[in-house]
Each structure stands twice: as C-alpha cells, then as structure tokens.
C-alpha cells in the first residue's frame, strides 16, 4: 500500500511539474495591433531623409522608371506595348497617390497590370484597371 501511495504520488509530482514548466515556457497569447497606412516615427523618417534624399523619380532605363522616397519600400513602373506595369504600388492609398501622380507624369498611359503589395491591395492604384498579381 506504501509502494503505491509513493508511486501515486510522485505521478502526481511529475505531472505537476510538467505543467508548471509548460506554463512557465508557454508565450503569453497576445493579440498583433495591424496598423496601416501609419507614417514611421521621426527618427526613422530623418534617416531617410539624410540616407534617400527628397522623394524623385529615378530613370532606370529607357522603359523603367523608380519612385524613391515616397514611401517604406520604391515603387517600380515598366513601360511596355500594352501599357504601364506597376510593382509594389504603396502601403496605403493615401502614400500611393503622390507615387501615381509623380509616375503618371514622367510615364503618361493606361496600367496594364500591376503586383500587389504586402498590404495585399492595389490600395491608390485601384481605380486603374486590369491584371494584378498578389505579391510575396
């Protein structure tokens, strides 16, 4: 009878420490504030300010054209025979229609298609239409 209070016992220690360790290593469920369209804070907005320079549009190449400093990522316009393709297109519609504007202007035309964001929308360039691939 000894035996198996000690053997019950030392099962019911065991379990005991088992979960007191899960609970001691298992992370705390916390919920993930989504933000968008949120500006960075003011120390990372003055080292792109130091680092980009002022928001331009960069010829890459006869048919290419890059939007700089506009935003957290450059957007990327290619011309092509059926019209303008668009690559990462902004964080929100309100960062990606100063970048449609300014891309508009250097490269006039229809957008033929485009790659969506990691915001997972056309966002400022919705109103164009035709083909958009969700990006990475």
Known sequence: MARRTFV??????LIGLGGAVWWVVTPARRSVLLVRGQAPPESQR???????GPPRIVAISERVRLAIGWDLA?????????GN?????GMSP?????????????????IA???????????????FTGRF????
């Open 94 to 110: 309100a960062r990606a229609a100063p970048v449609r504007e300014a891309l508009l202007r250097d490269s006039p035309g229809p």
């Open 46 to 52: 003055a080292h792109c300010d130091d680092v980009i």
């Open 113 to 127: 298609a485009g790659e969506l964001d990691v915001a997972g929308d056309v966002l400022g360039f919705r109103r």
């Open 74 to 82: 450059s957007t990327i316009l290619v011309r092509t025979g059926a």
């Open 8 to 13: 019950a016992l030392g099962l019911a220690a």
């Open 133 to 136: 691939r969700r990006g990475l």
């Open 85 to 89: 393709v668009i690559v990462d297109v």
